[in-house]
């Protein structure tokens, strides 16, 4: 059964920076393209990043672009979400998740169909 498991969120200074880590399991995430959503207070989840199979970022939310980066250890089943100059707009749950189609990556909730339980990443001072 495939499954996704979020870590490395936390409270963090302004200005700061987290890596969070997407674990991968009951499929070879090889065969995967990967989403990073997230869900700050009162607002809708939004796309923040999706990697291909082939490794490329794409649908990069405006807001965190030359600040945030994804990338990907099929080896160890793993995708993870580098974050830095943090500001307090990022607060927020985020989440990975895996498209239906598997291999598509998209910035649209609702062509995603199994997601992680989220990691909360505060950004305050």
């Known amino acids: 059964q495939l499954q996704l498991m979020e870590s490395g969120g936390g409270l963090v200074q302004p200005g700061g920076s987290l890596r969070l880590s997407c674990v991968v399991s009951g499929f070879r995430l090889d065969y995967l393209a990967i989403g990073w959503f997230r869900q700050a207070p009162g607002k809708e989840r939004e796309g923040v990043s999706c990697?291909?199979?082939?490794?490329?970022?794409?649908n990069e939310a405006d807001s965190v672009k030359g600040r945030f980066t994804i990338s990907r250890d099929n080896a160890k089943n793993t995708v993870f979400l580098q974050m830095n100059s943090l500001n307090p707009e990022d607060t927020a749950v985020y989440y990975c998740?895996?498209?239906?189609?598997?291999?598509?990556?998209?910035?649209?909730?609702?062509?995603?169909?199994?997601w992680g339980q989220g990691t909360q990443v505060t950004v305050s001072s």
């Open positions: 990697i291909t199979t082939t490794g490329r970022s794409t």
């Open positions: 998740a895996v498209p239906k189609e598997y291999q598509y990556c998209s910035g649209y909730e609702l062509h995603f169909g199994t």
